[in-house]
């Protein structure tokens, strides 16, 4: 895939998931740290390639190759809009690119994830020739992410499958960092770095960077965010999952319920 020779462009880290591995807290991190990051690297979040994970989670679903053709395109597109690279690198932080998190109809595994992974590859060699170029994939144990996602699904969907039955759905494709393995083989050379989420993962990733000390001392940290809730507030989820079937009264009573704290 990349040629050899010295690297043209500072890092570029593509941190691509997975759902559910503390990637939320690392981009609430990075925007909040975004003043003194932005001299060493660009920060591209979420909102400003909503049109590329559109693409991915497409993909993620269908297989089809018009739509990984338009994920290709898009993610290039972002690329090609990011002149400074080349000096001071980037971190874009999306799970996302990964597709969607399995677990909804059709999607029981990680298996988007090389085929999407290897096309980010691709379009930064086209846009950068050489790039120092680095994918990170954050992971967990196996059924601390099985339980985590079944009950993202319940909360955010409406869900109504017993834990057993999703986890004998789901649990073979759950171990991440076999996925992370298999990405590794998609996009070789550029390396894949898997960082569990008990390490505190926005460290590593900045690690990547050869920041200054002051820096360093001058990044905050930020709460956890989308933490699970309390036990009894998620079989309260389930159950209005089961006993409602309209969507908008269904969304009001969750509302109504994670309202209450």
Request: hydrophobic share 45%; charged share 25%; glycine share 6%.
């Amino acid at each position: 895939m990349a040629r050899a020779g010295q690297k043209m462009t500072a890092p570029i880290v593509i941190h691509a998931g997975f759902h559910k591995t503390g990637t939320s807290t690392v981009q609430a991190f990075l925007k909040a740290n975004r003043p003194h990051l932005k001299p060493h690297m660009a920060i591209v979040l979420k909102p400003r390639i909503r049109d590329v994970l559109h693409a991915a989670r497409g993909y993620s679903t269908w297989r089809d190759p018009l739509t990984l053709a338009k994920f290709a395109h898009r993610i290039e597109t972002v690329f090609a809009g990011l002149p400074g690279v080349r000096r001071r690198g980037l971190i874009l932080s999306a799970e996302e690119l990964c597709g969607h998190m399995p677990g909804r109809d059709g999607i029981d595994d990680y298996s988007a994830a090389p085929v999407l992974l290897t096309e980010i590859a691709h379009a930064a060699e086209r846009i950068w020739g050489r790039p120092d170029l680095h994918f990170v994939l954050t992971t967990r144990a196996r059924d601390a992410w099985l339980e985590s996602s079944y009950w993202e699904h319940v909360k955010s969907s409406s869900m109504t499958e017993d834990f057993a039955d999703y986890a004998a759905r789901i649990g073979p494709g759950a171990d991440l960092s076999e996925i992370a393995a298999r990405v590794a083989q998609a996009v070789a050379p550029f390396p894949v770095h898997d960082i569990a989420l008990d390490t505190g993962p926005a460290d590593p990733i900045l690690g990547l960077f050869d920041l200054p000390d002051a820096t360093w001392a001058a990044l905050t940290p930020v709460p956890a965010r989308n933490a699970r809730l309390a036990p009894e507030t998620l079989k309260r989820l389930l159950e209005i999952n089961r006993t409602i079937s309209d969507r908008t009264a269904r969304k009001l009573a969750k509302q109504a319920l994670l309202q209450q704290g």
